[in-house]
């Protein structure tokens, strides 16, 4: 599908979704009763936010396109959408390059190592033919005497020691908000803008949009510890407890985000899971793979 059609589409869906659940807004202010409502801001807007250059409507993909698909893609308006990119999908991405360096397929990345007391920077990366990752250091980026130096040690009998840090960093809130508006956006996608437009997800939508604030009290990632069947689903998928606490979770790569459940409170949520000792004994069961596409269930459109 087209990229215009796809948005079209989009924006024909979400809008029949919402006025099927808040029809009294509809009739209280007509001008919204063709609008899509963005999920992050809950801004209105027509359909000709669509057309306009650089369109106010974007399509954005989840999780972020710099991680591995599949994608739900959705709307979401283009503040929304270009802030996340800047304020959190680059933690994530530069998170998942930092795990990924030196991995079959990934590309080369610039690393420092201190060895025999000298400071080189090289290029890690996979080698094919060794099926083993490779350090290259090169003359050009490093002073000749300090690399000489090395090279003496280690022509010397005896093992070395050497320390590796790579130039890459991230901050590890932004990561974990980045990853709580990627399960915000699954849960919206899945459930509708019923379950996301409750009093118990604003706390949720204002920790997406204030990274820096620590506000909600307790843990909201966490790594998968519980017993479901992840695999057959390539360890993604939109999972709900089946014991206490009542939740939604969306299991992504080794993490779960935590939501509340329908109709569950987020904040005796939180509280409770931060007393939880992980992995986390609960029990789930699987409602759906990763959507690529919303089917908000449970709004009556
Ligand atoms: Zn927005």
Same mark, same amino acid.
């Given at each position: 599908?087209?990229?215009?059609?796809?948005?079209?589409?989009?924006?024909?869906?979400?809008?029949?979704?919402?006025?099927?659940?808040?029809?009294?807004?509809?009739?209280?202010?007509?001008?919204?009763?063709?609008?899509?409502?963005?999920?992050?801001?809950?801004?209105?807007?027509?359909?000709?936010?669509?057309?306009?250059?650089?369109?106010?409507?974007?399509?954005?993909?989840?999780?972020?396109?710099?991680?591995?698909?599949?994608?739900?893609?959705?709307? %979401?308006?283009?503040?929304?959408?270009?802030?996340?990119?800047?304020?959190?999908?680059?933690?994530?991405?530069?998170?998942?390059?930092?795990?990924?360096?030196?991995?079959?397929?990934?590309?080369?990345?610039?690393?420092?190592?201190?060895?025999?007391?000298?400071?080189?920077?090289?290029?890690?990366?996979?080698?094919?033919?060794?099926?083993?990752?490779?350090?290259?250091?090169?003359?050009?980026?490093?002073?000749?005497?300090?690399?000489?130096?090395?090279?003496?040690?280690?022509?010397?009998?005896?093992?070395?020691?050497?320390?590796?840090?790579?130039?890459?960093?991230?901050?590890?809130?932004?990561?974990?908000?980045?990853?709580?508006?990627?399960?915000?956006?699954?849960?919206?996608?899945?459930?509708?803008?019923?379950?996301?437009?409750? %009093?118990?997800?604003?706390?949720?939508?204002?920790?997406?949009?204030?990274?820096?604030?620590?506000?909600?009290?307790?843990?909201?990632?966490?790594?998968?510890?519980?017993?479901?069947?992840?695999?057959?689903?390539?360890?993604?998928?939109?999972?709900?407890?089946?014991?206490?606490?009542?939740?939604?979770?969306?299991?992504?790569?080794?993490?779960?985000?935590?939501?509340?459940?329908?109709?569950?409170?987020?904040?005796?949520?939180?509280?409770?899971?931060?007393?939880?000792?992980?992995?986390?004994?609960?029990?789930?069961?699987?409602?759906?793979?990763?959507?690529?596409?919303?089917?908000?269930?449970?709004?009556?459109?």
């Amino acid at each position: 599908m087209k990229k215009e059609d796809l948005r079209h589409q989009l924006f024909i869906d979400g809008a029949s979704a919402f006025h099927s659940v808040r029809p009294d807004i509809a009739r209280q202010h007509p001008e919204l009763l063709d609008a899509y409502v963005c999920p992050l801001c809950l801004g209105a807007f027509p359909e000709s936010a669509l057309a306009t250059r650089p369109p106010r409507l974007t399509i954005e993909h989840v999780p972020p396109r710099n991680q591995s698909g599949p994608f739900l893609k959705l709307l %979401t308006c283009h503040s929304c959408n270009s802030r996340a990119g800047t304020e959190l999908d680059s933690h994530l991405d530069r998170r998942t390059r930092l795990r990924r360096i030196g991995a079959p397929g990934a590309p080369a990345e610039r690393i420092q190592i201190s060895l025999a007391g000298e400071h080189l920077q090289g290029q890690l990366y996979h080698d094919e033919k060794a099926g083993a990752p490779r350090f290259e250091v090169s003359g050009r980026f490093n002073d000749p005497i300090s690399l000489d130096r090395v090279i003496t040690a280690l022509r010397k009998p005896g093992n070395w020691e050497a320390q590796a840090q790579s130039v890459v960093s991230y901050n590890k809130r932004r990561v974990r908000v980045a990853l709580l508006r990627v399960g915000y956006l699954v849960a919206f996608a899945e459930l509708g803008y019923s379950y996301a437009f409750t %009093t118990n997800l604003e706390p949720i939508r204002a920790q997406i949009q204030q990274p820096k604030e620590d506000l909600l009290p307790g843990p909201f990632l966490l790594r998968n510890g519980y017993t479901v069947e992840l695999d057959r689903f390539d360890g993604r998928a939109f999972l709900e407890s089946t014991t206490e606490p009542r939740c939604i979770a969306v299991a992504i790569n080794g993490e779960s985000i935590f939501l509340p459940a329908r109709g569950g409170d987020s904040a005796a949520l939180y509280t409770e899971l931060d007393q939880r000792p992980e992995p986390i004994p609960m029990t789930f069961r699987v409602l759906d793979g990763w959507p690529t596409r919303p089917a908000y269930r449970t709004d009556s459109t």
